[in-house]
């Protein structure tokens, strides 16, 4: 297992992430692991060498928090060896997501991240989260409040990094200057949709990103369980799979193309189709962590076994090929006028 700076920061994270939304049990159809097997993934990740660990709030409404910070209890582990990422902005009562009452327990307001993370802390059983991330886009909070909020909780000590996870570029970019011009704490990561099937991150945000210094964490980078080997072209998905009730996030055909060329060059080197989709992600430039999920042992280890799987630049173009999105304006015509310079 490698290390590598979470973006500009000095915080060190290894280069695979272990993500708990399978821990719980009231998560889609997701989350099915106990405190029991949650001890287990953490205590293996640990011995392989993971010291990054990622949750939210909303996963199985606080319950994969909790299992979480009992994992490390009933381990014995060091506070200050591991790193504890978690998020908010989805609704945390049935009342919220309907929207008919609870009207404050969700999104990014004042309000919400005050009381979310006091209510994170205490699941997770820390004093304190390394990195806290947004969830997502929220429209009806104006931006400086969700920043100027998280400056204060990095002030109180009760963050140490703030992150962000799945906005637009312009919105990013912006808050990105705002804190800047305010001198408020900055996101130093961006959590993202990224993998072989699903490269839309490569058209505005990854060189945003890359440009502005931010520690990128694919999730999600076996695109929802397409690129475990287990969906082929014109052949039914196994029984029970993720994706066979929860087919998220969206992929198009070009995903039975990636499977091939993931399966041909497994063939080469001796890896599983994973293993190889996963180190795609890791030789992408502004990766800092790919985060991986698991609901049994046999899926970890074989996840683990990515950091050790090396590919030539021969084979890393041609699984660039397969997928490579195509060129949208204006990146086309940037791209033109900057051609002989």
Known sequence: MQYRNL???GLKVSELCLGTMTFGSNFRNIAEVDQRDADQL???????GVNFFDTADMYSMGESESILGQAFKNLGVDRDKVVIATKLRAPMSTEAAKGTGDVNNVGLSRKHIMASIDASLKRL??????LYQVHGWDKS???EETLKAFDDLVRSGKVLYPGCSNWPARHLARALTICEYRDWAQFVSLQAYYALAGRDLEYELLPLAREQG???MPWSPLAGGMLSGKFRRDQAGPEGAR????NFPPVDER????????????????ASIPQVALAWTLRQRGVASTIIGANKLSQLEDNLGAVDVTLSDDQLERLNDVTKPAPQYPHWMVARQNSAH
């Open 125 to 130: 059983g820390t004093d304190h989260i390394d």
């Open 141 to 143: 909070t104006p931006l």
């Open 214 to 216: 931010l520690g990128v």
């Open 243 to 246: 994706r066979t009730d929860f």
């Open 42 to 48: 953490v205590e293996r990740a640990l011995e392989a």
């Open 255 to 270: 995903v039975y193309d990636a499977v091939d060329a993931l399966e041909a060059v497994a063939g080469e080197i001796g």
């Open 7 to 9: 973006g500009r920061t």
